[in-house]
């Protein structure tokens, strides 16, 4: 891409070819790293985040046993009882499965967050502020005399 470019703009001038060759590594680098930033170490939260899998399966697997095992011990009383009894407990098993579900899901969103906020900094690309003199000074048109 960057090759077509150049090739395009070699007659239009130094200046559009330096301009375009910025933008373009502006937009490869969507990520500019704080110069001298430093990590924080891992914590806690890699820890988490590698023990979810084994709690998402092991959880799930736990909370399903009562399900197999009304399958297997209700067999007293007519057809109709039984398949109540059981659909009963599937019943309240489905609903704890996929509140463990929901659970295991959100401590991996919370581990994910604190994973990323103890990662580098990252800034933006700077925006000249043309109104004011100075950084401090109030926006033109904001009312000073307010008290």
């Known amino acids: 891409m960057s090759w077509t470019i150049i090739a395009i703009t070699r007659n239009l001038g130094a200046l559009v070819h330096i301009e375009i060759l910025l933008s373009i590594t502006k937009f490869v680098s969507l990520f500019n790293k704080l110069p001298g930033f430093t990590k924080t170490p891992p914590g806690r939260e890699r820890t988490i985040l590698r023990l979810l899998p084994r709690i998402f399966v092991l959880g799930s697997v736990l909370l399903a046993i009562p399900s197999l095992a009304a399958r297997l011990f209700i067999s007293e009383g007519s057809e109709t ?8 407990v599937d019943i309240y098993g489905i609903s704890l499965v996929v509140l463990h579900w929901t659970v295991v899901f959100t ?3 919370g581990a ?3 994973l990323a906020m103890k990662g580098p900094a990252y800034v933006a690309d700077p925006y000249p502020l043309e109104d004011s003199e100075t950084p401090d000074d109030p926006a033109p048109g904001a009312d000073k005399g307010r008290g």
């Open 112 to 114: 994910f967050i604190v």
């Open 81 to 88: 009882e039984i398949a109540t009894r059981i659909m009963t």
């Open 107 to 109: 401590v991996a969103i």
